[in-house]
């Protein structure tokens, strides 16, 4: 598809960490193009995160629920495009609360395929994780899009799924899918709970940093900018179908990204607090992207060392913004903003 041809895009979740720098890519590269950001201000959505372009023409905020097949029939009716970010996607959630991991990310899926379906859309686009293929070993092959799914936690479970259903709806229906599996995203605007910045924001704070166990399972990280530029190619080039593996090249084991982050801060290692590991915590991810290197080009670009000190240096200079999740004040305001809109 032509760069400059306007194409109107419903993606779901743009309120979220992934969904946000993606808009904020989308609308940079592609000024022309109509983005429709659908999505349920939960706890991990935060309009703050797209103030740049909340006046923008070309963009428009919708709150709704992927689970009510009104709400998105309306929202998506004169779309051409959907890029679907949004799920639970925190594990430890998913350990105490699988129903709405099984909700959102299953049947919520399923509404947003079958509208699809129905509307005729050009393209259809799931953002997946490398979660769904189970845990590696060291020396172990690394994942890539023949690797048998084998989810370890109620959120993988979900999200392999979700990533059934989208094929079902290919095979079935003849909806044009693409999906892609991506290794661990870092970046600016990632919810605090999550591992890099719940580290920087509590160091910032003087607090200690909750280290699970002995610190040594592996993951393969990659800036949240790579993963919007993979998007992007799977979207204009990728061929309907197919899977895309997506990854950053960049294995590290959460006690090596600490020492880095606690390097950062200036900060010892008595700032560590050792907790119980995680219940089922799989020990590596690894992601071959071969396929979408060797087929559209793609690689990654930004050195984890340095993208690393670009987002801790981001949390730094942004207070304001992860202080207000990590209060709560911030669904405070958007609860009473929307309470009264459909």
């Not at 309009?47 to 006046?55: G, M, P, T």
Request: glycine content about 8%.
């Amino acid at each position: 598809m032509e760069k400059n041809k306007k194409i109107k895009i419903f993606i779901t979740g743009g309120a979220g960490f992934i969904g946000t720098n993606f808009i904020l890519y989308l609308m940079e590269k592609y000024p022309d193009y109509q983005i429709v950001n659908f999505d349920k201000l939960t706890y991990a959505g935060n309009l703050n995160n797209l103030k740049e372009v909340e006046n923008n023409p070309n963009y428009k905020f919708i709150k709704g629920d992927i689970c009510n097949s009104e709400e998105v029939k309306s929202a998506m009716s004169d779309c051409d495009w959907v890029v679907h970010f949004a799920a639970e996607s925190h594990v430890d959630r998913s350990i105490m609360d699988p129903d709405t991991f099984v909700q959102t990310n299953v049947l919520g899926t399923n509404v947003l395929l079958r509208t699809a379906k129905e509307l005729g859309i050009k393209r259809f686009h799931h953002i997946s994780t490398d979660e769904v293929f189970g845990a590696l070993q060291p020396g172990d092959n690394k994942f890539n899009e023949q690797t048998l799914y084998d989810p370890h936690s109620p959120y993988s479970a979900s999200k392999a799924a979700a990533d059934h259903l989208v094929r079902a709806y290919f095979h079935t229906f003849g909806l044009p899918i693409t999906i892609s599996n991506c290794s661990n995203n870092y970046g600016p605007y990632q919810f605090p709970e999550k591992f890099i910045p719940l580290f920087a924001t509590n160091l910032i704070e003087g607090k200690k940093i909750p280290l699970y166990g002995t610190g040594l399972n592996i993951r393969d990280w990659i800036h949240v900018d790579d993963h919007s530029s993979a998007l992007d190619l799977i979207l204009h080039q990728g061929k309907i179908g197919e899977t895309y593996c997506v990854g950053g090249d960049a294995e590290k084991t959460n006690l090596e990204i600490t020492h880095l982050i606690l390097k950062y801060f200036n900060k010892g290692e008595e700032m560590i607090e050792k907790v119980t590991d995680r219940r089922g915590h799989d020990f590596r991810y690894a992601i071959d992207f071969s396929k979408i290197k060797n087929e559209l080009g793609w690689k990654p670009q930004v050195d984890f060392t340095k993208g690393l000190a670009q987002t801790l240096k981001w949390y730094q200079e942004h207070p304001e913004w992860w202080k207000q999740i990590k209060s709560g004040e911030y669904e405070k305001y958007y609860e009473k903003q929307y309470k009264n809109r459909s």
